[in-house]
């Protein structure tokens, strides 16, 4: 497991867990997209595209596919509803599958667990 994690006592908080087989890459991925490219199999992000912007939003996304050995994984808010305070954004789904359709002919998309939250993945 490799986490990025761009905020100090969070990653302090993983480290004191002292799992095996992990690495804490301290670092902002937003403003260094290269810290991405940790050879990993798997870009997840849980949450931490929400107070992105459209176009920050899916830079990202096209980063970190380009970074993943396998799949690239991520949840985003998918209506207003849950997306009302001002600093978060939130994304049509056929806008965001048809983004991904562009980078992976085998995409999925799971919107049924909760109102305005939705799960995306495309594999390579």
Not at 47 to 70: K, M, P
């Given at each position: ?8 006592a ?36 849980c ?20 970074a ?35 980078l ?21």
């Amino acid at each position: 497991y490799v986490g990025i994690e761009g905020v100090e006592a969070f990653a302090q908080a993983a480290e004191r867990k002292q799992h095996r087989n992990y690495t804490i890459v301290r670092g902002d991925f937003l403003r260094d997209p290269k810290r991405l490219f940790v050879g990993a199999d798997a870009a997840v992000y849980c949450g931490s595209l929400n107070t992105l912007s459209v176009e920050e939003f899916y830079q990202t996304l096209r980063r970190a596919f380009d970074a993943a050995a396998e799949a690239l994984v991520f949840n985003f808010l998918s209506s207003p509803k849950l997306a009302a305070a001002k600093y978060l954004t939130w994304h049509e789904p056929a806008d965001v599958m048809s983004f991904l359709r562009s980078l992976s002919s085998r995409c999925e998309q799971l919107s049924d667990y909760h109102d305005g939250d939705c799960t995306a993945i495309a594999w390579k």
